[in-house]
């Protein structure tokens, strides 16, 4: 089957837009991260869920920055008034049990640039 | 708090040689993995090698190997016979096992570049 797919790939905002990014796991993984990869750095965690339940929301910067996985499959991160600091690479990873130590599946990511 | 460190930002070595990855990491928890990710100009990461803390033996995956030390802290990977194929950043990162709270805990990167 299809791997991690997120969407859009690229996106710019102007400063104090609103943005929301995609993120369609492999079908039947209970869980669900997010990351932030700024530009030279490593990934960095901003929230977890397991199913539809957020179990961790602890890296999320800001309450600008909000996700949701209603349904348990696809994800949405939003940031509200976008700032240049939230330029980074936003990457989604699904596993599929919701222990820790199993294999996290990365998508292609979304890039986002806030000019 | 976990923090993982690489201490090297870049390597570049011919191609067939073997190269050896440095990682060391904090932590005040027992149980937990470790892992390298590969990251390849493409952006998408995908896993090397897992090691899961408990076991002493070390995890290979054909030619790549990891020299695990608990007691140091330490999670070096070794990649043999190197291949053009391997340039890409390489990312060591650790979990706390359990509910998969808190997400992977990523080092900043050891940039690989396979000279031809």
């Known amino acids: 089957g299809a791997g991690v797919s997120q969407s859009p790939r690229y996106k710019v905002a102007k400063r104090g837009q609103d943005v929301a990014l995609r993120c369609d796991p492999i079908s039947g993984h209970v869980s669900l991260f997010w990351y932030q990869q700024a530009l030279g750095q490593g990934p960095e965690f901003l929230t977890y869920?397991?199913?539809?339940?957020?179990?961790?929301k602890s890296g999320l910067p800001s309450d600008r920055f909000f996700a949701e996985r209603p349904e348990g499959s696809v994800s949405t991160l939003k940031i509200q008034r976008t700032q240049q600091e939230d330029s980074a690479v936003y990457l989604c990873?699904?596993?599929?049990?919701?222990?820790?130590?199993?294999?996290?599946?990365f998508g292609p990511g979304t890039r986002l640039t806030v000019t | 708090a976990q923090t993982v460190t690489q201490s090297q930002p870049e390597m570049s070595v011919q191609e067939a040689e073997t190269v050896t990855l440095s990682c060391t990491y904090d932590t005040s928890e027992n149980n937990y993995y470790l892992f390298w990710y590969k990251q390849p100009p493409s952006r998408q990461m995908i896993l090397v090698i897992r090691q899961e803390a408990y076991k002493q033996q070390n995890a290979t995956e054909n030619r790549f190997s990891v020299n695990f030390q608990k007691a140091a802290k330490s999670f070096s990977l070794k990649i043999s016979d190197s291949q053009l194929g391997d340039t890409a950043m390489y990312f060591c990162?650790?979990?706390?096992?359990?509910?998969?709270?808190?997400?992977?805990?990523f080092g900043k990167g050891t940039h690989l570049i396979i000279q031809p």
């Open positions: 990162a650790f979990i706390i096992s359990g509910g998969g709270a808190d997400g992977l805990t």
């Open positions: 990873a699904s596993s599929l049990w919701a222990s820790g130590g199993h294999e996290q599946y």
């Open positions: 869920f397991q199913n539809e339940a957020q179990l961790d």
